[in-house]
């Protein structure tokens, strides 16, 4: 059995190939690669939703998560729109009713 050592120089690169092979390859096969830090959601739908989900990524051509992802950022930015107005509507009035007193 004969057996190959590797000098500290050589060792080292052949793991930098390793990590960069093996990143590649995770990265192209089931996940997507993202430049910045992104916290993992994890929750239950229906079967109906999930089929539905599956339907509509499918027919835009994008992964589920990524179909989430927008719907989520969509959905909050609207909800903050809301909360926006109530807070305008409210001081508004506030200034309108002061205006009108005096």
Same mark, same amino acid.
């Given at each position: %059995?004969?057996?190959?050592? $590797?000098?500290?120089?050589? %060792?080292? !690169? #052949?793991? @930098?190939?390793?990590?960069? $092979?093996?990143?590649?390859?995770?990265?192209? !096969? +089931?996940?997507?690669?993202?430049? =910045? +830090? %992104?916290?993992?959601?994890? =929750?239950?739908?229906?079967?109906?939703?999930?089929?539905? /989900?599956?339907? &509509?990524?499918? @027919? /835009?051509?994008?992964?589920?998560?990524? /179909? $989430?992802?927008?719907? $989520?950022?969509?959905? /909050?930015?609207?909800?903050?729109?809301?909360?926006? #107005?109530?807070? &305008?509507?409210? +001081?508004?009035? #506030?200034?309108?009713? !002061?205006? +009108?007193?005096?």
């Amino acid at each position: %059995m004969s057996t190959t050592y $590797l000098d500290r120089r050589e %060792m080292n !690169s #052949a793991n @930098k190939v390793n990590k960069l $092979l093996t990143r590649k390859t995770i990265a192209k !096969s +089931c996940h997507t690669d993202y430049n =910045f +830090c %992104m916290t993992m959601l994890s =929750f239950r739908v229906d079967d109906a939703e999930a089929e539905s /989900l599956h339907g &509509w990524a499918t @027919k /835009l051509g994008i992964d589920r998560s990524e /179909l $989430l992802r927008v719907a $989520l950022h969509r959905h /909050l930015a609207r909800l903050a729109s809301v909360e926006d #107005a109530q807070i &305008w509507n409210s +001081c508004h009035s #506030a200034t309108k009713s !002061s205006r +009108c007193s005096k």
